[in-house]
């Protein structure tokens, strides 16, 4: 099991013990399409490098009330950009909700991920930390919504990844 996977399921476990069973009336998937600020930033700078890779990637929560939640997300580019990837992208995150209107909320995300950044013919490099973001939150009825954020992965030493998601989210 890999460090992502270790740290997914950790987040997960410690949800499951923390939240009481009427706490799960409100979990969600979704699907995601994201467009990233990658930043290769090897030791050697000749070797550095930036790009725009498209990400898609899947999304799961739990809505504990109006206003907080719990989730996890996992992407990967589907295409390169000016040589780079992002391979894998995991992350998990509490995620504060502001009901606007019934059907507009403002949420922000603060968590950690961790992802591999691979520079084409060079190498990869693996990092990991604080996350956080905000976005907009609109439902189109009472079970499917679209939701559109900013986040800051990871500003690390050898790599950086910033992105802005649309996503599509089913809530049973």
């Known amino acids: 099991m890999n460090i992502s996977n270790q740290f997914l399921f950790a987040f997960l476990a410690v949800g499951t013990i923390t939240i009481s069973p009427a706490a799960f009336s409100a979990p969600y998937v979704g699907a995601e399409l994201g467009y990233s ?3 290769y930033q090897p030791d050697h700078a000749r070797l ?10 899947v999304q799961a929560g739990y809505f504990l009330n109006d206003y907080l939640g719990l989730e996890a997300r996992y992407s990967r580019s589907v295409q390169r950009s000016s040589g780079l990837k992002v391979d894998e992208l995991t992350s998990g995150f509490a995620k504060l909700n502001l009901p606007v209107t019934p059907r507009i909320a403002l949420y922000g995300l603060a968590g950690y991920s ?3 950044l691979d520079k084409q013919g060079v190498a990869s490099v693996d990092e990991s930390g604080f996350s956080f973001g905000g976005g907009i939150h609109f439902a189109l009825d009472r ?3 679209l939701a559109l954020d900013v986040i800051r992965y990871a500003d690390a030493d050898h790599a950086s990844l910033y992105a802005m998601n649309l996503a599509f989210q089913y809530r049973f």
């Open 37 to 39: 600020d990658a930043e």
């Open 143 to 145: 079970h499917k919504a």
């Open 114 to 116: 961790t992802f591999t």
């Open 48 to 57: 550095s490098g930036d790009g725009n890779p498209i990400n898609i990637g």
